[in-house]
């Protein structure tokens, strides 16, 4: 079975500054995919980010990087230069390679403080 | 606009009265899923669909059904809602693409209260 953890509940982080949110993973599976979403406090879900597992270059996103060491199954999301904005709930998700069941992580509250 | 909606957004309804949530998508996906979100757990998958006529169980299908006999509707329908399945309620589409890297697109929400 595949399982994400966000051990982190919440943070804040001062506006401009950088945050790492944690997001490590366990499968079997050799092929599988990671993407990060913010929901803001209006509810609805948006996709940032997207790693592959067999991408060889951690990917970017404009002001969101997802850091990806695959040896040590974890897949943090790194936000530069914090906005207000930015406050939200983030999940991390992971679907294996060809099949439709994704597993989401249980969320990370970011607040940015002026 | 792409979008997926979902209907109704919010409702409250009692023990035992059979209820169905609409979610239709307008970009002809193959694949859908909906979603259960409670606090401290996160999304948890419910039930998706491949293409039509074929769905499969999530991780909590308990108390749930649905129905894919449209490409574009995926509704949920629960039979005899209990207060346990008070949550918000996410549906979400995506096409096949390569491999796994393609992102979900999800509706807004819908708030279910069952007393």
């Known amino acids: 079975a595949q399982k994400i953890t966000q051990t982190q509940p919440g943070m804040f982080v001062q506006e401009k500054e950088a945050v790492t949110l944690d997001c490590t993973y366990d499968t079997s599976d050799p092929s599988y995919g990671l993407f990060w979403y913010k929901q803001p406090s209006s509810g609805e879900m948006i996709f940032l980010i997207y790693?592959?597992?067999?991408?060889?270059q951690n990917a970017t996103e404009g002001r969101y990087s997802l850091n990806f060491q695959k040896a040590r199954k974890s897949a943090n999301l790194v936000i530069s230069a914090s906005q207000l904005g930015d406050s939200a709930m983030y999940f991390c998700?992971?679907?294996?390679?060809?099949?439709?069941?994704?597993?989401f992580g249980t969320g990370t509250k970011l607040q940015v403080i002026p | 606009e792409a979008q997926v909606t979902q209907n109704p957004r919010y409702l409250i309804t009692v023990t035992g009265k059979k209820l169905t949530v609409t979610c239709s998508q307008n970009?002809?996906?193959?694949?859908m899923s909906w979603y259960r979100q409670d606090p401290g757990l996160g999304l948890r998958q419910i039930y998706y669909?491949?293409?039509?006529?074929?769905?499969d169980k999530g991780d909590v299908p308990e108390g749930y059904k649905v129905s894919r006999k449209e490409k574009r509707n995926f509704p949920l329908i629960l039979e005899s809602p209990s207060p346990n399945q008070t949550s918000l309620y996410f549906c979400a589409s995506r096409t096949r693409g390569e491999d796994s890297n393609q992102p979900q697109h999800f509706g807004d929400g819908t708030r279910l209260s069952i007393l």
């Open positions: 970009m002809n996906h193959e694949y």
């Open positions: 998700a992971m679907r294996r390679g060809g099949y439709q069941k994704v597993t």
């Open positions: 669909s491949m293409n039509v006529e074929v769905t």
């Open positions: 790693q592959g597992s067999y991408d060889q």
